[in-house]
């Protein structure tokens, strides 16, 4: 059984990556998340650094985290650092990513993993987007938008269920289910690899300007509760 770390960006589409692996008989041994040095924040997904932390623990996989510049300029530098740094606590043979389409990211991944002697995996690869999203809800996970491109979407998108009234809403726009091209991110809540369940208790939607002008959910207050609960009290 190969050991392979996984590309953890808190959101559906690394999720269901690393759902599909684990599935396929890949020894996942660590998530690895990018955070900036300066918000201590994901990069893309704007999620504070503890949400994420909390996540990890819910799966029950560790989480390794690595602060990179604000700018994104020694992104490669770091990526290549934080991995290199996994193999050698480890023995790490391959890394798991969410990439559905893009050839540039596939390529960037595959050179980049041909440096660090790692072997890429990609199980969403050439997937239809819808069928990606569809799979992600038939499978129970939970997932919502926490940041949309302003010039695509209203602030009442952010915060939205990612669900099938989601799916026939992004395909009448025309928009890619999986926003593959960072029209939206999304933060996993719940689901069958869970064992508690995130709930955002106070947030709103507020605009900012970063690589493009977004809605970005602002999270204030959360907490976990165990899933038995919930069955109780159904």
């Known amino acids: 059984m190969s050991s392979v770390i996984t590309s953890w960006s808190a959101g559906k589409d690394s999720c269901l990556a690393y ?13 690895l998340n990018f955070i900036s040095i300066k918000h201590k924040r994901s990069c893309f997904h704007g999620i504070e650094s503890d949400l994420i932390k909390k996540q990890s623990e819910s ?12 700018d994104m300029e020694k992104y490669e530098e770091e990526f290549k650092e934080a991995v ?3 193999k050698e606590i ?15 990211h596939k390529e960037w991944i ?13 199980p969403l690869w050439n997937i239809p987007p819808e069928k990606n999203f569809t799979e992600f809800v038939d499978l129970g996970f939970k997932a919502i938008v926490v940041s949309c491109k302003a010039d695509l979407f209203e602030d009442d998108f952010i915060g939205r269920l990612v669900d099938y009234d989601m799916l026939d809403y992004l395909m009448e726009k025309k928009i890619c289910p999986c926003g593959e091209n960072g029209e939206f991110h999304t933060l996993v809540i719940d689901g069958p690899i869970f064992k508690e369940r995130i709930e955002i208790t106070k947030a709103k939607p507020i605009i900012k300007d970063g690589f493009w002008k977004h809605w970005s959910l602002d999270i204030k207050e959360w907490t976990v509760r165990d899933k038995a609960i919930k069955i109780l009290e159904e």
């Open 19 to 31: 759902y599909k692996a684990i599935q396929q008989g890949l020894n996942v041994k660590y998530l």
């Open 59 to 70: 799966i029950g996989i560790p989480l390794k985290q690595k602060e990179v510049s604000p």
């Open 84 to 86: 290199t740094n996994l």
């Open 90 to 104: 480890s023995n790490i043979e391959g890394m798991v990513f969410g990439d559905i389409y893009l050839d540039e």
């Open 110 to 122: 595959e050179r980049v993993c041909k440096d660090l002697e790692i072997k890429p995996y990609e």
